[in-house]
Structures are given as C-alpha cells and as structure tokens.
C-alpha cells in the first residue's frame, strides 16, 4: 500500500533523496562485481541492467515504503515506521525469488538435542593413601586401560575398602566397558554410601536414561541438577540428560524451558538445529521472550534472512516496534541468498 497524507504525515518527494534511495536498492538487487565506490571522486562503476517494468513499479513501491519509514522514524513514530519497513522488505523479497516460511509450522524440540554424557570430573586432592591410589586410577582410566584400571580397583574392594569415589569409578570403568547393569549397580552403591555425590548421581541419571528408563531418570537427574553449580561440566551434563528424559516421556514444554536454561547458561551448548527447534516450542508455549533470546542468537551469527524476519514478527507482535523497526532495516540493507541457496 503506497504511503499517503492520511497517515498524518506529508510523503515529501525529494527528487534528489528518491533517486539515492533507488541507487541503493538496485544495488542492494543487483550488486556490482567491485565494491562500491568511496567518497573520493572515481571513475563511475558499469552500471547493471534495469529490471523489467513490472519490476520497476515493484521496486518504486518498495521505495516509496522505505522512504516514507525513514521518516517517520527519524521523527521519532517507530511504532508507525515498522509496518512500512515490513512493506518495503515484502515487496523486495518477490523480485529475488524468495517467499517467507509460514510462521506457526509444527516443529518440536529434536528428539535428541544432544548425545547423553558421562563425565569424569577431577577428584578432591588426595589426603590419604587409598585416595592417592584412586586419583593415579582415574587418571589412568580410559577406553583402552579401563579393563586393567578395572582390575585394580577390584583388588581394592576385595581388601575390605568401601569408598565412594572406589565404587564410583568401578561404575565409571564397567561403563567403558559396555557393562551397563555393572555400572549402575557401582553407582547405586556409590549413593548409599554418599547421598549427594554429584557425578554418581549424573552418571547414574545417563545409565538409566540409556536403559529406557526416563522416570527414574528425572528423579536422579533433578537431585544433581539442584547441587551442581550451573556452569559447571556435571550441570551442564545433567541438565542436558534431564532435558533429554522429559522428551522421552513427552513432556515437550518441560523439555523446552530446561533447553532455555541450557541456552541461558551456555549458548553454544546446542545445535544451531535444536536452537532453531526450541525457538519454534517456545514460541508455541507462548513463551515470547525465551524465543526472540534464541532468534537473536541465532540470526546474530547466520545470514539466513527468515531467522531475522521472524525475530522482527515476533518483536513486533510484542510491541516492541523500536527493535522491530531496527530488524527490518537491517533486512532491507542485508545480501538475500538466490533461491537456489537457500535451505
């Protein structure tokens, strides 16, 4: 729709301003093979073919829009300049071959936002002999060792030793091992003799989950989750296997504010896809502001064009029309991909 007076504003038609804003669209259209010229005067660039007159009219159109959001917000009416902004970027998109995902498209959370992991933490220094024996075993332990540190360890409990962190790396080495049932058992024996020792219980959390056995999982992985420091490598893991578990029994928004924490914590922790993916659930759950979070991450660092045009609805839809405004912007100036590229 071409801006008019009625809007309360007069669309100034300076001859000199629109015959700089459509250089600047068509090259933005049709970019020059060379970088565009500085303010030193230089020789003029080739310029590139005209487009049709119906793309003409198209680009005069967008133009127009472009012009008239200019104005209104340098006279401070962000809230009335985005829709024109929006305009401008709609009627652009069509002469590049480019139609815009429908937004509200059923995508959930990945089914597995990241493999299930088990950490091995360092232990506390040693202060006695049998726990300077275990930090030389832990040290030692690996896929290849973990059959002779395994042996060892065993030797160990044979002599009457009851250790939590004895039994906690006979749990680790069994699971190196592939011993999945053996490995539990150390763990739960690990439990008993300390409540709250943390990588037992994110270790024991991973077997269960592994094992089919979400419900269980939750449980144990919620005690870790409330005595990890957040940052640290045993919080990370067991808010990872705990956002894995409530997707395994289908507690889809769960799972998504868990993702959200993650994201909080460490941003790169996830995968672009699952970001993208947890964006589309928060925006489900109505969860607007966890969504535009992920948005900007995610459009901070692509040059997908629809990343930004839903960041910009969403801020939009919000009330945010300063923000919205800035997005759409950025779009306009911003290089599309041909249609060809895209994903």
Not at 31 to 38: D, K, L, Q, R
Not at 110 to 116: H, R, T
Not at 126 to 155: G, H, Y
């Amino acid at each position: 729709m071409a801006p008019g007076p009625a809007s309360g504003y007069a669309y100034r038609a300076d001859s000199r301003r629109s015959g700089g804003l459509r250089a600047r669209l068509r090259r933005w259209l049709f970019p020059p093979a060379m970088p565009e010229p500085g303010p030193v005067a230089r020789a003029p660039w080739p310029v590139p073919p005209s487009p049709g007159a119906g793309q003409q009219d198209q680009l005069a159109q967008a133009e127009r829009c472009y012009a008239y959001a200019e104005e209104l917000n340098n006279q401070g009416a962000a809230d009335l300049a985005v829709a024109f902004y929006r305009q401008a970027y709609v009627q652009i998109r069509p002469l590049l071959g480019l139609s815009g995902a429908p937004m509200g498209q059923q995508l959930a959370l990945p089914a597995q936002v990241s493999a299930p992991r088990v950490p091995v933490a360092p232990q506390p220094v040693a202060t006695t002999p049998l726990q300077a024996r275990l930090e030389q075993l832990r040290r030692a332990l690996n896929a290849d060792t973990a059959a002779q540190v395994q042996q060892e360890l065993m030797a160990l409990q044979a002599q009457g030793q009851r250790d939590a962190d004895l039994f906690n790396l006979l749990g680790l080495a069994a699971l190196l091992r592939d011993q999945l049932a053996d490995a539990e058992q150390w763990f739960a024996q690990t439990l008993q003799l300390e409540p709250n020792h943390l990588r037992a219980l994110v270790n024991l959390g991973g077997i269960q989950l592994k094992l089919g056995r979400a419900d269980q999982a939750i449980e144990v992985l919620g005690r870790a989750v409330r005595l990890a420091p957040p940052q640290s490598t045993e919080g990370l893991t067991a808010l990872t296997n705990l956002t894995l578990a409530h997707e395994a029994v289908g507690r889809t928004l769960d799972a998504a504010q868990l993702a959200l924490r993650i994201f909080r914590i460490k941003p790169d922790h996830l995968r672009p896809a699952s970001l993208q993916a947890l964006a589309d659930t928060l925006e489900q759950m109505g969860e607007e502001g966890g969504a535009i979070e992920v948005l900007r991450h995610l459009s901070a660092s692509s040059t997908n064009p629809d990343l930004k045009r839903r960041l910009a609805q969403l801020l939009e839809r919000r009330g945010e029309f300063q923000q919205a405004a800035l997005v759409y912007r950025e779009l306009l100036g911003q290089p599309q991909p041909a249609a060809g590229d895209r994903p």
